[in-house]
């Protein structure tokens, strides 16, 4: 293989900075629902990687459990988002203040 | 060192990343969003990972990215292209972001993982197969509990039971 490990883990990195920028920048609930999914994307990139220089079949069997996850995370921040929209009309953050104290 | 396929890759994912979080409208950040989560299933290509790979092309480019694209259109047309942010926090963000991409790489180039190669053969599916129905038995039913569970939520949060569906429908 031509490329080694550090040039997957420092794309990955990339996106884990992206994606730090991302939820603490946007005040829309999607964007940071986007920003979330770049973060989970740079993890599963660094355990695929990991269990292919290892080599062991762990990182990839990980992975797949993260995938399955996230898309149980994301069918229920959509959903919040829509119950958020019908109560506020409104998908900025910054809006949802019921819980506030 | 690097081949021109990864630079390529490389260059798509982080890009269509930065698009998702920074175009105007969150349709086309949606397929830019798209863009990424491929790039992505093009690594774990490059990784000698082809189940992670259309897994990933199955449920994150497939399905979720269209579940993205139809909850946007739910939502109003002036929220899609509404943009409000600090300038301030901006900065602050940009700020951030650079700070744990240097911080960050320089751990890592100094740990030593940039010295680590393989020539050997990689993962076969067959062991993940055998991972998932042996040692992973037991979290492979709570992942679907939990996936059950997450859709049950989603579609119990998402129902309408207040009256409203009828006042919309008239106007």
Do not use: C
Request: charged fraction near 15%.
């Amino acid at each position: 293989m031509s490329n080694e490990l550090i040039d997957f883990v420092i794309v990955s990195v990339a996106l884990l900075a992206i994606g730090i920028y991302g939820l603490s920048v946007k005040r829309n609930f999607i964007r940071m629902l986007f920003a979330i999914e770049i973060i989970i994307n740079a993890g599963n990139l660094n355990l695929v990687a990991f269990a292919r220089y290892l080599p062991h079949s762990g990182g990839q069997t990980l992975a797949l459990f993260s995938i399955a996850i996230a898309a149980a995370e994301v069918a229920v921040g959509l959903a919040l988002i829509i119950v958020a929209y019908r109560m506020y009309k409104n998908i900025d953050v910054a809006d949802f203040r019921s819980l506030k104290g | 060192m690097v081949d021109a396929l990864f630079l390529g890759i490389a260059v798509l994912t982080i890009v269509s990343a930065i698009a998702a979080l920074e175009m105007r409208s969150l349709v086309y950040s949606g397929i830019a969003l798209m863009g990424a989560l491929g790039g992505i299933a093009g690594f774990f290509f490059l990784l000698d990972s082809p189940f992670v790979a259309l897994f990933q092309i199955a449920i994150y480019v497939g399905s979720i990215a269209v579940l993205i694209l139809f909850t946007i259109m739910l939502v109003k047309r002036e929220l899609i292209f509404h943009k409000k942010e600090d300038h301030r926090r901006r900065y602050a963000g940009i700020g951030l972001m650079l700070v744990i991409m240097i911080g960050l790489g320089a751990v890592i180039f100094d740990s030593g993982i940039s010295s680590i190669t393989t020539d050997e053969p990689p993962v076969d599916y067959r062991e993940i197969g055998e991972d998932f129905l042996t040692y992973y038995w037991p979290a492979l039913i709570a992942m679907a509990l939990v996936l059950a569970g997450s859709i049950t939520g989603a579609m119990v949060l998402a129902r309408r039971d207040d009256g409203v569906e009828d006042e919309q429908r008239t106007d």
